[in-house]
């Protein structure tokens, strides 16, 4: 199992670690700051530094047991016990965490079940199971913006599973359901418009947002009315 450093700081940039398995495109450490992907959240993309190498990190996926697996281009120069200087594409990750914390703003805003979900660097969206008539661009990003210069803190937390068994209704992506079986499930609580459920890598306070766009409103199926986010300051 990895030690997720990601989870205690989301703003860690670089970490030392030391290799514990290296296979063919992929190499696994003790601990590391790279997000692998999951709920709707890329894995992330950086580099590792050894013995004045430096190998690229072209992106990051959970393996079994609680693993996370660097993903590199062929069979990584390093050897079992060596110690790697880990880096993160800072930039990438920080408007993931931009937008991953806009889209629990946006669940927020928006009083419908969430059917799906995903973020990139240049936009995010959630669909949620909601009448078309019942979004309004317009609406929904003054709300948003009126969150972000509330500038509410972010807060980690944890939910023991029988309390989030007995409160279904905070699980509120219906097709991501968090993991059990570990005791407990990581929650994350955004001022006291939001508290759900949540792994990913998240901004400590709303503000740091910036000024969002509702880019577009679509209709993706009966059951998913998508809603796509991009940054106010973006060039288009
Ligand atoms: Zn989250």
Same mark, same amino acid.
């Given at each position: #199992?990895?030690?997720? *450093?990601?989870?205690?700081? %989301?703003?860690? !940039? $670089?970490?030392? %670690? #030391?290799?514990v398995r290296v296979e063919p495109g992929q190499v696994v450490l003790d601990r590391s700051i790279f997000y692998p992907t999951g709920g709707g959240q890329p894995g992330d993309t950086g580099s590792?530094?050894?013995g004045g190498r430096e190998i690229r990190v072209v992106g990051t996926v959970k393996g079994e047991g609680g693993e996370?697996?660097? @993903?590199? $281009?062929?069979?990584?120069?390093?050897a079992v016990g060596q110690a790697v200087s880990a880096t993160i594409d800072w930039?990438?990750?920080?408007?993931?965490? !931009?937008f991953h914390t806009a889209l629990h703003l *946006?669940?927020?805003v928006v009083d419908a079940p969430v059917t799906g979900g995903r973020m990139a660097e240049d936009k995010a969206h959630l669909d949620f199971d909601i009448d078309m008539s019942l979004l309004d661009a317009g609406v929904i990003e003054a709300r948003l913006n009126a969150l972000v210069e509330a500038d509410l803190p972010v807060e980690a937390g944890a939910i023991r599973d029988e309390e989030l068994d007995a409160n279904p209704g905070l699980v509120k992506t #219906?097709?991501? @359901? /968090? /993991? !059990?079986? @570990? =005791?407990?499930?990581?929650?994350?609580r955004v001022g006291d418009v939001d508290y @759900? /459920?949540? =792994?990913?890598?998240h901004l400590k306070r709303t503000g740091e947002i910036g000024r969002l766009r509702v880019a577009?409103?679509?209709? $993706?199926?009966r059951r998913n009315k998508r809603v796509t986010l991009i940054f106010a300051d973006d060039p288009v």
């Open positions: #199992m990895t030690i997720a *450093l990601f989870h205690d700081d %989301a703003y860690a !940039r $670089e970490c030392d %670690a #030391m290799v590792l530094v050894a996370v697996i660097h @993903q590199v $281009e062929g069979l990584a120069p390093l930039s990438r990750r920080h408007r993931l965490m !931009r *946006l669940c927020a #219906m097709s991501v @359901q /968090p /993991p !059990r079986g @570990q =005791g407990s499930v990581r929650t994350i @759900q /459920p949540c =792994g990913g890598t577009r409103i679509r209709s $993706e199926g």
